[in-house]
């Protein structure tokens, strides 16, 4: 039985992107450590799968699907969130996308498609989680940030000039809101085998640089992401604030 310090019995959590991939993983491995799980994405059908899914392990899941580069949409989707489940605890900023392509070639569109999802938003949804978690001066905001926070390879220019946005953004979110009873941090996922990569999974180039590029000498699995997020989400995180932690086999710990 794991100490009370980690225990989210009872806790609301939204997590957005959440139909799938890391989301959802995300989304299992809170309900698994007793917290109450709204799940979101873009497309109804799906989240409301997935949910059904989670119900079907026992967990206590909810779908409520919203597009979080729609304002309004926000707005409505975290109202709707508070009437299906009540007063929201933690939110874990995860949805995001991937084009890849050329710089010299990106069209204005992409650009700002990916740069609305991945960091837009999680300002967006951030700030209407917040403004909810002040004024019960409690709260626990997890933005997923990237080891493209840090460093960039080419062809992602967007994803990491967002992500990199996103590792400040949550220290932003910090200095204003931890006055307010909030902590937020963000987790940096390193390479993990989803669908946003199930390209490079598939090719054999890409597969054999990263395994040699990783001292884990691997692709992450996303429950090994679980364990980040119950700890910031619980209370044996309640002085972190402001901080980043990564989960890449050690990527960014050398050349
Ligand atoms: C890529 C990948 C990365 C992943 C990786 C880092 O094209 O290099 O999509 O951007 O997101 O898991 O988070």
Redesign the pocket.
């Known amino acids: 039985m794991a100490p009370q310090r980690f225990d989210l019995t009872g806790r609301i959590a939204l997590v957005t992107g959440s139909s799938r991939g890391i989301g959802l993983a995300l989304a299992r491995g809170l309900g698994e450590a007793g917290a109450r799980i709204l799940l979101n994405a873009r497309d109804a059908a799906r989240t409301e799968a997935a949910a059904q899914a989670l119900r079907d392990d026992g967990l206590d899941a909810l779908a409520c699907p919203f597009d979080v580069t729609d304002p309004q949409e926000v707005a409505d989707g975290l109202a709707n969130c508070e009437q299906l489940m009540g007063p929201l605890d933690i939110l874990i900023n995860n949805a995001g996308i991937?084009r890849?392509g050329p710089l010299l070639d990106m069209p204005e569109e992409t650009w700002a498609e990916v740069l609305d999802t991945n960091l837009t938003a999680v300002f967006r949804v951030g700030r209407e989680a917040a403004r909810r978690m002040a004024s019960r001066k409690r709260g626990k905001i997890i933005n997923i940030a990237?080891?493209?926070s840090e460093v960039a390879?080419p062809?992602?220019a967007p994803?990491?000039a967002a992500?990199g946005g996103v590792r400040l953004l949550t220290r932003a979110m910090c200095v204003e809101w931890a006055p307010l009873g909030i902590n937020v941090n963000a987790i940096?996922?390193?390479?993990?085998a989803t669908e946003?990569?199930a390209d490079?999974v598939a090719d054999a180039t890409f597969d054999a640089w990263i395994r040699a590029r990783t001292p884990a000498g691997r692709w992450g699995k996303v429950d090994e992401l679980v364990g980040a997020a119950v700890f910031l989400a619980s209370d044996a995180a309640s002085f972190v604030h402001g901080q980043v932690l990564y989960v890449d086999g050690g990527v960014l710990a050398g050349l």
């Open positions: 991937q890849r990237s080891l493209m390879r062809g992602v994803y990491a992500k940096g996922p390193g390479y993990f946003l990569n490079l």
